[in-house]
């Protein structure tokens, strides 16, 4: 071979080789984008999915929670707390604690967020931002009320009158699972606390009810919405001093909210709506309490608990009239 030949040769050969590394290349950014797509098609396919799943679970949830009728209780335990004045006498330092507060802190929240609150909601509303802001920020005011008031002073009271509707209706072995009864026969009273009060709150609980507030912007559905998925949440929370005096285990706990829970998120979507209505959280506070005793109660003489009859007149081996409906609910 020549001289001159050589150099062209050694050009070719070169070529050759970068082009046959242009075309692993080329064949490698093919393989990675094609790896790319497909991971994006799996990870859109499971997001699909899971998002499938969510909604046919929720699906479920409120179906059971329609036909459960347990949100009829808290609205009994309205009408008993009216009925039944001398419920009233011990509550009356604790409700004036919180009406003060009540009134700084909503007189607060309409002073530094109601303007901003209905500049947002203008973006969806229009005009009626400064209407719809209203309830928003009472509802605001109710939720942080009631955080400070049962973290304070409120828990005592809402257990004691969870115990004293107990006893009333029978559930004397119960309640001493939690406290002394003093007394004999119908003048059985309330003694010394046995358990420390439980803290309803938790920090996930209040994080996932704060990160879902802003679901309250979107006009009524939104709202809908962000009950639901609290009353969910925190219907259980209204039976911990029930699951407290049972002294069930977290296993036991986690059982007996799966089975009942579309009555759970029934139960706690009703109280959630109760409290947006103005200046009334600390009331419902109060019923839902006696709502959740009276609960209980029917739970325990439906699985054949003994039934003290002689603690009070109205204690009886059958269930209310509430629970009658809800059974009747839960058969349809």
Excluded: C
């Excluded at 984008?33 to 859109?44: E, G, H, N, Y």
């Excluded at 335990?77 to 001398?86: E, K």
């Excluded at 103005?278 to 608990?305: N, R």
Aim: aromatic share 10%; no cysteine.
């Amino acid at each position: 071979m020549s001289t001159s030949e050589q150099p062209t040769t050694l050009r070719e050969r070169n070529a050759r080789l970068n082009d046959s590394d242009a075309e692993d290349v080329k064949g490698q950014v093919a393989s990675s984008s094609r790896a790319a797509k497909d991971k994006a098609v799996a990870a859109s396919k499971d997001t699909k999915d899971i998002a499938i799943q969510q909604v046919r679970v929720a699906a479920t949830i409120g179906t059971e929670a329609v036909t459960s009728g347990a949100y009829l209780y808290p609205i009994e335990g309205i009408y008993y707390l009216i009925r039944h004045p001398h419920l009233w006498k011990p509550l009356a330092k604790p409700m004036i604690f919180t009406a003060a507060l009540s009134f700084i802190i909503t007189s607060t929240m309409f002073l530094f967020t109601y303007l901003p609150q209905a500049a947002v909601l203008a973006l969806f509303n229009g005009p009626l931002a400064f209407v719809t802001a209203v309830p928003l920020v009472l509802g605001e005011s109710s939720t942080i009320i009631l955080l400070l008031a049962k973290a304070f002073w409120l828990t005592p009271v809402l257990d004691n009158l969870f115990d004293e509707v107990l006893l009333a209706q029978g559930m004397t072995s119960l309640v001493a699972h939690g406290r002394d009864i003093e007394g004999s026969g119908s003048g059985k009273r309330l003694g010394k606390a046995l358990l420390a009060p439980l803290n309803r709150f938790t920090k996930e609980g209040i994080i996932q009810y704060i990160l879902s507030f802003p679901l309250n912007f979107i006009p009524v559905v939104g709202t809908v919405f962000f009950i639901f998925y609290n009353g969910n949440k925190q219907g259980p929370n209204y039976h911990a001093r029930y699951f407290q005096l049972k002294r069930m285990s977290d296993a036991q706990k986690k059982e007996e909210i799966r089975k009942r829970r579309g009555s759970y998120t029934a139960f706690g979507t009703a109280v959630l709506a109760l409290n947006l209505i103005p200046g009334a959280s600390i009331f419902f506070a109060l019923s839902s309490a006696v709502g959740a005793a009276l609960w209980a109660a029917d739970v325990e003489k439906k699985a054949g608990a003994q039934v003290d009859v002689n603690a009070s007149s109205e204690a009886s081996q059958d269930v209310s009239e509430v629970g009658k409906k809800v059974d009747q609910k839960t058969e349809l």
